[in-house]
């Protein structure tokens, strides 16, 4: 990752993979050590402490956003990216089957140790899911996975090649242009220049656990349109907070 930052850019040496200290961090939280902060930096944003009880929210704390993306789950469902699999479990409480898949071997295990009757660990970067599904649930900016506009073309074919006839990819995204009117915030990881403005850089950072800087992805509507048409795909947006929107993509008939 270092070509992507200047010469002078203060990285902290990484110690771990990217995902690590959010695993490591929702392990803790899961064993009752709720005070844990994760440290996010990216070459946008200034550097950012997130509450990992934002991922422990149950459905009265869920966002309208990720609440029209679960109603619109049909069949069995795979929760992409799903983290300690909060959204897997109530889509379980209310009988749909669900397979919950993270990068993260420790976000599985928590998964599990919450309940969540099919967890499994899966780069969707590399693979397709390893059976057919009717949705693929991708909550909180979960497109941001695809790390680059190239890198979406893997993701669309990777989840497309993942849906049963007639399936759906449930996501959303963030449309970050309003970064353009903000004050340049205090950042550790400097921002290449000439770099599409989504396409961002992350750092984060848990206790003694510093993850290797990893590409997130923001995609605005026009953008992913273009990219969905490109695959014969069809995307209709179907709630919007703020600059985020939650989208449904289908296959065209
Ligand atoms: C922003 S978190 C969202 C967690 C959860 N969906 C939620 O809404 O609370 C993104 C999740 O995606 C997982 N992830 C990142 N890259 C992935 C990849 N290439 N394949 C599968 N999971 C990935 C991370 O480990 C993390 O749990």
Not at 152 to 157: A, G, I, P, Q, Y
Not at 177 to 201: C, D, F, H, I
């Amino acid at each position: 990752m270092q070509p992507f930052f200047s010469q002078d850019a203060k990285v902290q040496t990484p110690n771990c993979s990217a995902w690590f200290p959010l695993g490591k961090a929702l392990t803790d939280f899961n064993h009752g050590h709720s005070q844990g902060k994760l440290l996010t930096k990216s070459d946008i944003e200034g550097d950012r402490f997130v509450s990992v009880a934002s991922f422990y929210t149950g459905p009265s704390q869920f966002t309208p956003l990720s609440l029209a993306m679960i109603k619109s789950c049909v069949g069995i469902v795979a929760d992409l990216g799903a983290g300690s699999g909060s959204h897997s479990l109530f889509l379980q409480s209310k009988g749909y089957k669900v397979y919950g898949f993270d990068i993260s071997f420790d976000c599985v295990e928590v998964m599990k140790a919450r309940g969540v009757k099919n967890a499994s660990q899966i780069d969707i970067m590399k693979e397709p899911l390893p059976q057919k599904f009717d949705s693929i649930l991708i909550c909180m900016n979960g497109l941001g996975i695809a790390g680059s506009i190239k890198g979406l073309d893997t993701l669309l074919f990777h989840l497309t090649e993942s849906l049963n006839d007639g399936g759906r990819i449930i996501c959303d995204s963030t449309d970050i242009s309003y970064v353009k009117s903000m004050p340049a915030q205090k950042t550790t990881l400097p921002r290449l220049k000439n770099k599409n403005l989504g396409e961002v850089n992350y750092q984060m950072i848990y206790e003694d656990y510093i993850g290797e800087i990893f590409p997130w992805l923001y995609i605005d509507d026009k953008t992913l349109r273009k990219t969905c048409s490109n695959f014969q795909l069809k995307m209709l947006p179907i709630a919007r907070e703020d600059e985020s929107t939650a989208y449904i993509i289908t296959k065209e008939k």
